[in-house]
């Protein structure tokens, strides 16, 4: 007998389109209070997709930078509007936004987004038409090859070399230095690229890698990875994690009743590892906590309570400002001062001030002149310390009373 | 005795095709109507129109006294529309048991009464209905419709594709249905000796018209008419 | 060579965390083999679910078992809501992917609206516990999500079985004009069988709210590994579906135990390419 195959009915066809289009959100704009001709800076963040948590802190990281910029002088006295678009954590709707910005809403610049994929995407577009592009979160430095592409955060140009060494600097402090070690990376190419340089220092200095496991990007049981380690039971646990990854190896493992001796995780959701009841004495890279002597930073403690007010009134569970935020408002900080200290819109203006100037950011005094654009590395570590991440390496960014706790 | 069935003035068909047009027919509590006529001339079509599965276009269809042509299907086969399709149709993915239960429905006609009345289907009962041969898918066709407990039980060329043999038991099936039982039927049917006997009137369609209507038995008797219209030598 | 104990280890965890496969596979199964509706927004219905256990555990103080009587009937009622737009609009297995992926980025937006992008964790004292069997370590959570899942899927297959309801529905899957003509009203079937899947997935959400860390597209992790386990388990078989679950869960497991566990998700894939070309009649 008939069944209901056949052709799509226009109708049906409407329905779904008429939903569809609820997904695609219009365009945020940050606005300054009107006073002459804007300065039109446009970006995008994944406001959604699976990116979507760290775009919220880098939303409003830019919000209060450009209220902040607005308070001074603005962009060579005129005031400073942030075009913000969404690129749903997807490179190629970067790219295509990205291109968009530029030719059609015609900003005079543009301020990079987060996460190497949609930066790659933003570079191609932004080497295409010249314009300056600054990022905060591209975990692969020798990959930022356009001459007009800056790091807005200190990785230095050869993250996996100096970053593993920073760790194990740390860890040969410790009263029983770790002898053995598992790592465990995501496959994603950034964490992959800093887990395979951590490998080779750690064998260099003669500490012994038990396992090197790799799992896939959205791996969603742990349970036998944790198995392996359990059994493996290495002194010191290097994970290369995105995300909530961390929370779900610590989780698998306390399943099977261990908890590992000294462990490391790569890029994690602060706030979820900080606040599991598994994440007590896990270690972590950062450039800057609210802590001392950070806070003393000029403008840090005035942007880090901005932060809270604005984080708890969008409902955000956790309010305290860190790296991730930092990052965006080293970015800002880094368009200001070029700006301002070449008088000029000009990308090549920009870019060429850069490259002959420090400038002062949140993360302190900053150089673009090494090779990709790259200065000092200036990596530290972190560590949960009663549900909070405390700055324990090197020994003078720690607060008074604050040390490394090993095993 | 009231009729239990009474069309009037039918026209149907599928799409934009007109099959049948004014035809109407009646037919009371008990009686078995046999509807013969030559291939295309709209016997499936007036039999898929009492079940409700083609386009009505104009008439009435009565079914002891109330009309139920502008109802779906599924009502229909509750106010006691049984249905045996010429395709059989067995639900292949259902045991030969769940085809019978799957629309039973309460009455005389309960599923050991159904297997009582083919034992075979109750030595087959826990098979899936795509493992049946030809004969045994007519008998739970056959079997499925008496167990929705019809008022009137409408088959569509049930001897078409059997071997003469199964042909010979089905005939006694339909047999002690329509005469033992006393159901009320039509049976659609191109071996128009086999099915008279049968039943108690026939009538003969004809380019989607009634051309002749009248007892079995005299039609049976009138071999000119059967050669007429049928094509059926007398023998 | 992996120990006995790391490969009986990694099986545990993997027909544990197949029974999650096997949950979520379960209303999609049902929808998918027997209403031909591809239902995609199953996913964002469970995390919809997940976080009112959140919100009603974290702010309110219920407990998940609790808040459960009342997110699953209310998951239910959106089952038929979502069957009226199929009804009304007609609308078929291919146009229903469309409209149901739609529906679930409304979903997903709605989400991230209210309970932002952000990760959500409901912290319980219970979510991590497990017992020892042996050298054997059993979560209890998991294993009662299993227990949950067999009683589901084994209570909707007899339902099918043996129930009028559950062969009418399985006739109709067949052929629904047939059966309409011998009575069996497909329509009201459909929206109790939409109810059903939605409720399933109201369950599976509860369960997603005490294991996992919430996050708005988190909905979308599933939907590969489910959709290899509803055409592994059969569409429409609740007990297939289940075992097929368990099934992939254990050989991702054991791929990652012995091999790379960057191999787990090929294995899933690989799985249902040599089930689709062998076809073996067990399954």
């Not at chain 1, 209060?64 to 075009?83: A, H, K, S, T």
């Not at chain 1, 950070?294 to 880090?304: K, L």
Request: proline share 5%; hydrophobic share 50%; aromatic share 8%.
């Amino acid at each position: 007998m008939t069944n209901r195959m056949g052709a799509w009915r226009r109708r049906e066809i409407l329905a779904g389109l008429a939903a569809t289009a609820g997904m695609l959100a219009a365009p945020a704009i940050v606005r300054a209070a009107p006073s002459g001709k804007p300065v039109k800076i446009g970006g995008t963040l994944s406001l959604t997709g699976f990116l979507a948590q760290t775009a919220v802190i880098h939303k409003i990281a830019s919000e209060i930078m450009v209220e902040e910029i607005n308070v001074r002088n603005g962009f060579l006295g005129r005031p400073v509007e942030f075009v913000l678009l969404d690129d749903q954590s997807k490179p190629d709707v970067a790219r295509s936004l990205y291109e968009k910005l530029i030719t059609v809403d015609k900003v005079d610049l543009i301020q990079g987004p987060y996460a190497t994929a949609p930066i790659l995407a933003a570079m191609g577009v932004a080497q295409r038409y010249g314009k300056v592009i600054i990022q905060n979160s591209m975990g692969i430095p020798k990959m930022q090859t356009y001459e007009r592409a800056f790091p807005a955060t200190p990785f230095g140009s050869e993250p996996d070399k100096t970053y593993p060494n920073v760790i194990l600097d740390a860890m040969a402090s410790l009263p029983t230095p770790p002898k053995s070690m598992v790592v465990l990376t995501s496959k994603f190419p950034s964490a992959q690229f800093m887990a395979l340089g951590m490998k080779e220092q750690a064998e260099k200095r003669g500490v012994k890698v038990l396992m090197y496991l790799e799992y896939e990007s959205g791996n969603r049981d742990f349970g036998a990875i944790a198995a392996r380690i359990k059994e493996a039971n290495p002194d010191f646990l290097w994970v290369g994690s995105l995300g909530l990854e961390s929370n779900q190896v610590l989780e698998s493992l306390r399943k099977l009743d261990y908890a590992p001796k000294n462990h490391f995780h790569l890029y994690p959701a602060p706030g979820p590892l900080a606040l599991s009841p598994d994440g007590n004495n896990a270690l972590c890279s950062t450039f800057l906590e609210p802590a001392e002597p950070f806070m003393s930073r000029p403008g840090v403690a005035r942007i880090a309570g901005e932060f809270k007010e604005k984080a708890t009134k969008a409902n955000l569970p956790y309010t305290t400002i860190d790296a991730q935020a930092a990052g965006m408002v080293s970015q800002w900080q880094m368009l200001e001062a070029a700006v301002n200290g070449s008088g000029s819109l000009d990308d090549e203006k920009i870019a060429a001030w850069l490259k002959k100037n420090r400038v002062t950011t949140i993360y302190g005094s900053l150089r673009f002149d090494g090779p990709f654009n790259h200065g000092d590395a200036s990596q530290l570590i972190k560590q949960v310390q009663d549900k909070e991440w405390r700055v324990v390496w090197p020994k003078e960014f720690a607060a008074p009373g604050v040390a490394l706790k090993g095993a | 005795m009231a009729d239990l069935l009474a069309i009037e003035g039918l026209s149907a068909g599928y799409g934009r095709a007109v099959v049948l047009s004014d035809v109407s027919l009646r037919l009371a509590e008990g009686e078995a109507l046999a509807v013969l006529g030559r291939n295309g001339v709209g016997k499936t079509t007036l039999i898929d129109s009492i079940v409700g599965v083609t386009r009505r276009i104009s008439g009435s269809i009565l079914l002891g006294g109330r009309d139920i042509a502008a109802l779906p299907p599924e009502q229909r086969a509750a106010l006691g529309v049984g249905w045996v399709p010429q395709e059989r149709n067995i639900f292949r993915s259902l045991s030969v048991e769940e085809n019978i239960t799957a629309v039973a429905r309460p009455g005389p006609w309960s599923l050991q009464r159904v297997f009582d009345f083919f034992p075979r289907l109750k030595e087959r009962r826990h098979q899936a209905g795509s493992s049946l041969s030809g004969g045994e898918q007519q008998m739970l066709a056959i079997g499925r419709a008496l167990a929705t407990n019809p008022r009137l039980l409408l088959l569509d060329e049930p001897t078409e594709g059997l071997a003469p043999i199964i042909v010979e038991e089905l005939l006694r099936v339909l047999t002690a249905l329509f005469r033992d039982e006393g159901l009320t039927g039509i049976i659609v049917e191109q071996q128009a000796r086999k099915i008279l006997p049968i039943t108690h009137r026939a009538l003969i369609l004809e380019r989607g018209q009634v051309v002749h209507a009248g007892a079995s038995g005299e039609l049976l008797a009138d071999a000119a008419m059967l050669e007429r219209h049928l094509g059926v030598t007398a023998g | 060579m992996p120990s006995a104990t790391l490969l009986g280890q990694a099986l545990i965890s993997g027909v544990l965390a197949g029974g999650m496969y096997g949950l979520l596979a379960l209303g999609l199964s049902l929808s998918w083999g027997l209403l031909r509706l591809v239902n995609l927004s199953h996913f964002a219905l469970a995390f919809l679910a997940a976080y009112l256990t959140y919100e009603l555990g974290t702010n309110y103080h219920v407990a998940p078992w609790w808040s459960a009587m009342l997110i699953v009937p209310a998951m239910f009622a959106m089952g038929l809501a979502q069957h009226w737009i199929f009804d009304k609009f007609k609308v078929n297995e291919l146009a229903s992917l469309l409209i149901t992926f739609s529906f679930a980025i409304i979903l997903e937006v709605a989400i991230q609206l209210y309970w932002t992008a952000d990760y959500r964790r409901y912290e319980t004292h219970y979510s991590t516990m497990s017992f020892k069997v042996g050298p054997f370590y059993i979560p209890v959570l998991e294993l009662i999500l299993c227990l949950v899942a067999g009683v589901l899927a084994w209570g909707t297959w007899l339902w099918l079985r043996k129930t009028y309801v559950g062969k009418a529905l399985r006739a109709a899957a067949e052929d629904a004009d047939i059966a309409a003509a011998y009575g069996v009203d497909h329509k009201k079937l459909a929206y109790l069988l939409s109810g059903m899947g939605a409720a399933y997935a109201g369950i599976a959400g509860t369960f997603i709210a005490l294991i996992a860390t919430l996050a708005p597209a988190q909905i979308w992790t599933w939907l590969g590994v489910v959709f290899a386990v509803v055409i592994i388990g059969r569409l429409g078989n609740p007990l297939g579906a289940l075992f097929a679950g368990m099934l992939i869960g254990a050989s991702e497991s054991i791929a990652m135990a012995v091999l790379s566990p960057a191999w787990a998700p090929v294995v899933s894939f690989s799985l249902l390419i040599v089930i689709l070309l062998w076809d073996p009649e067990w399954l």
